[in-house]
């Protein structure tokens, strides 16, 4: 037994499944999780010793690398000033600023700890304002684990939700329609039968959690116009991509503009840090000043914000995302070039720091093509890449990240390390 395999062992007895968080479990690929000990830069070690060029980047926040140095001393910093307050301080102010001052939908926001606060939240303070009870979501869209959001589609388009986890009453997934995603036509029929029920549609703007799937054009555009008309409030959920595919969120790179925006993950620098926010007309129905309440001990923890201010200075530095998305771009041209090669059928696409990589002829564009996509030699890769050094995301459904600390070499050892394992999948 290995000192991961061991670890491992010795996490079941006192973790359920000996995780924290079901995907580390390594479940879809099978095999042992490593136990990671250290980071830096672009490279993660096990507890074995071995170092691995890392892909996950702590699944999106590591955008700068691994213990950037501006951001430990940040943090190093706040928390000899004080772990926590629970009052409010000058940092989560400039936060909010900063924050209000980069993505164009927002003019108040409010801090929490997870995406997961984040998303439930804003679906509370939507059928809070608009006084109606149905959420529409996406198939394949991950919003985190609140109980509206751990909802599965019915049999038809139209039917109501079913719980997709134990533990969600059917009372509480009846109120969240899943349609499936890049569908106008599913979203335009549902709003014509029900739209005076809908108080909003939440969304991936670009979907990292079926692997990577891109809006296609008019399907925001559609989820806008139909919010409008109806009177319901439209959430883009930039957990993931904000600040990930550029400073102005996938909002900034469509010109659709959200009555709420969720973020998290990069907004933190790596420190349980999330927000939600948008229009001032809606955020101010939340408590104190409105009838929505919400709140949290740790929100705002100052040595989180220390952090998330450290990352938004070096993500606001000139060429930050022309770097990071270069980086990205030469992995995916590199892994598609590599493939072709060996005569494996993939494809790969990327948007400023994030990629998908399918083991498919095309680039999905709807769950269902995700799910279509080869899902045995995605685990043959994933095993062939870490046995190799290169640490990809243990699942065929997540989109991987690059950091701005992967340079040259470290994209070039992976694609050799994947002409490799390309050819042997092609056996
Ligand atoms: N929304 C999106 C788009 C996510 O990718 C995630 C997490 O992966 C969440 C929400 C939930 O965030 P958290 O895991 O911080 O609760």
């Not at 000192?3 to 879809?28: C, K, L, M, T």
């Not at 109120?175 to 599913?186: G, I």
């Not at 400023?352 to 269902?368: H, N, Q």
Request: hydrophobic share 50%; glycine share 12%.
């Amino acid at each position: 037994m290995d000192v991961n395999e061991a670890w491992f062992a010795r996490a079941q007895q006192v973790i359920p499944g000996g995780v924290n968080s079901p995907v580390r479990a390594f479940r879809s690929v099978g095999g042992t999780p490593r136990f990671l000990r250290r980071g830096e830069g672009p490279f993660v070690w096990d507890e074995a010793g071995v170092r691995y060029i890392d892909y996950v980047g702590s699944w999106g926040p590591a955008i700068a690398g691994h213990a950037h140095p501006k951001i430990v001393e940040a943090v190093r910093a706040a928390a000899c000033d004080g772990l926590s307050f629970g009052a409010p301080t000058v940092r989560e102010v400039e936060f909010a600023e900063r924050l209000c001052a980069l993505l164009p939908s927002l003019e108040m926001v409010r801090l929490v700890s997870s995406g997961t606060e984040a998303t439930m939240s804003a679906i509370r303070l939507a059928r809070g304002v608009t006084g109606r009870p149905l959420l529409v979501k996406f198939e394949g869209c991950y919003h985190g684990h609140a109980d509206s959001l751990l909802v599965k589609a019915g049999s038809g388009a139209l039917t109501f939700g079913h719980p997709s986890s134990a533990g969600v009453p059917e009372a509480i997934a009846q109120q969240t329609v899943v349609l499936p995603y890049n569908d106008s036509a599913a979203v335009e029929a549902l709003f014509a039968e029900r739209g005076d029920e809908i108080a909003a549609v939440i969304v991936e703007p670009i979907a990292g959690n079926m692997n990577l799937v891109r809006p296609v054009p008019g399907f925001l555009e559609a989820l806008r116009r139909l919010c409008d008309r109806a009177g319901a409030v439209l959430i883009f959920d930039e957990v993931m991509t904000g600040f990930r595919v550029g400073l102005t969120g996938v909002q900034g790179l469509t010109g659709v503009t959200p009555d709420l925006t969720t973020l998290g993950k990069v907004v933190g620098g790596g420190m349980p840090l999330a927000a939600f926010g948008g229009k001032r007309a809606l955020m101010e129905h939340l408590a104190p000043l409105g009838p929505v309440y919400q709140a949290g001990t740790l929100s705002g923890s100052p040595v989180a914000v220390a952090a998330g201010l450290a990352a938004l200075d070096l993500i606001t530095q000139p060429g930050f995302y022309d770097a990071l998305e270069a980086n990205a771009a030469k992995l995916v041209a590199g892994l598609t070039q590599a493939a072709a090669a060996a005569g494996v059928p993939f494809a790969a696409d990327s948007v400023g720091g994030m990629f998908g990589i399918y083991f498919a002829a095309k680039v999905p564009t709807s769950y269902a093509e995700v799910t279509a996509c080869d899902g045995e030699r995605f685990k043959r890769f994933f095993h062939g890449m870490l046995a190799r050094g290169h640490y990809f995301a243990p699942s065929a459904f997540e989109a991987g990240f690059v950091s701005a600390a992967h340079g040259d070499a470290e994209i070039a050892a992976t694609i050799a390390a994947a002409e490799a394992v390309f050819a042997e999948l092609a056996r």
